[in-house]
Structure formats: C-alpha cells, structure tokens
C-alpha cells in the first residue's frame, strides 16, 4: 500500500494562477480531508469530505475548492492564487468518523505551495 | 465550540523524560490521539487512548488523561534526538460527520 500521496510536492504560482493539488488514498477510506500548515498556526481544516460526492467546508474554506468525484481521490482547487495562500498543504484520509471507532487520520507527505 | 491548547515550544536533555500538555474543551470527546510531525514530513500517528482511559503504555511512551480537567499529557522517557519533531494533540467528537480537531502542536527540541 502507498497510504495517502499527494502530488505535487513543490509549486510556485504566480498570483492570480490557479492549479490544483491531487490527493490519493489507497486504503478504501471513506473520509478524506484538506489541511494547511502555517508556522504559528498548526493544522488548519480547509475542506472535507465524507464519501464520494460529497464535500464540506472546513475552517478556512475561502479561496480554494474541492471535488470528490472517486472515493479515492481528493483534489484542492486555487482558481486564483494570492500569497496568503503560500502554505504547506497537507491531505489526510480516514475509515469513518462514527462514534466508537478510532478516528485515525493518515496524512500524505505534503504540498509546499509558494505563491508570488 | 471545540478547542485544543498546547504549548509551542518544549527543551529537553537527552536521556531525560519529556512530557508534553495537552488540554482540551469537549467533555464528550471519545478519542484523544498524539501524533508526531518530523521536518519535511507529514503527521504520524503516534499513540490513541480511549476516553475511559486514564492510561496507555507502549514502549517509551505513555498517554496520562485526567478526564475531569480535560487534560491529556504524552510523556517520553529517555528521550533521543530522534524525538525532536512537533507533536500534536487532537481530539474526536462524536456524533460522526466531524473531523478530529488538532492542537496547534509543541515543537520538542532535544539538546545533546
């Protein structure tokens, strides 16, 4: 098993570009989620998802959007960069988050995203 | 709402204990886990205790919750330099459909 990837692992944009980040789980996760990482800050949730078609914000959702159009893909969208948005973006997958059952969240190496 | 807090920064010797704090806000939190972050690195699951717990071991690591002051704590004994990292707590509300709300973490620095 690969766990959760993410690709790809460096990106500088201009501001005003967009792209978008791939997330990839190969554990048959039902939950997979968007974080980032910003020194001082810790993990903040960006969006989230619950199963396949379904997507949810998360704390900072502004700026970014996301798709789940295969239960083992994730994608974090930027239609239009700015510099705030220079940050280490981390994906992280999880079985199910029903109560009784351990929530463990398994996170992919990182995307370091520069925007200038 | 839900709400973790931690220290940011903590200094050990090698070989001596480390213990890190963790408090939290949800009374009805079912799951309180650790999770370790090295440089360049994304989280790693650590260690979990279940909310009736007031103890987990395992090996050099011990998990110490005191339920009724919402505190959790993760001590290290000899701690190496392999140790250094940040460490995160997080805690999981029930009720399912929510995700696991993360402490900002403790940067761990051990001094040879």
């Known amino acids: 098993n690969a766990g959760v990837t993410q690709t790809p692992k460096f990106r500088v944009l201009k501001t005003g570009q967009s792209m978008t980040l791939l997330c990839a789980q190969d554990?048959?996760?039902?939950?997979m989620y968007w974080y980032r990482q910003d020194p001082g800050m810790g993990l903040r949730l960006i969006h989230y998802?619950?199963?396949?078609?379904?997507?949810a914000k998360g704390e900072v959702p502004d700026g970014y959007n996301v798709s789940r159009l295969k239960k083992q893909n994730f994608l974090l969208g930027l239609e239009s960069a700015a510099p705030s948005q220079t940050s280490v973006y981390f994906c992280a997958s999880s079985r199910t988050g029903l109560a009784g059952i351990p929530d463990t969240q398994y996170f992919g190496p990182g995307t370091r995203l520069t925007v200038l | 709402g839900e709400d973790v807090e931690q220290s940011l920064f903590l200094s050990v010797r090698e070989g001596d204990s480390s213990v890190i704090n963790c408090t939290y806000t949800d009374s009805s939190s079912t799951y309180l886990y650790w999770y370790k972050q090295e440089p360049g690195a994304g989280l790693q699951l650590l260690t979990y205790i279940f909310s009736n717990m007031d103890m987990k071991q395992d090996q050099r690591l011990t998990v110490l919750l005191n339920k009724k002051d919402k505190h959790l704590s993760l001590r290290i004994a000899d701690t190496q330099t392999g140790d250094s990292a940040i460490y995160f707590c997080a805690e999981s509300i029930p009720a399912g459909n929510t995700p696991l709300v993360f402490g900002k973490g403790t940067r761990l620095s051990v001094i040879a």
């Open positions: 998802s619950v199963g396949e078609g379904t997507t």
């Open positions: 554990m048959n996760h039902e939950y």
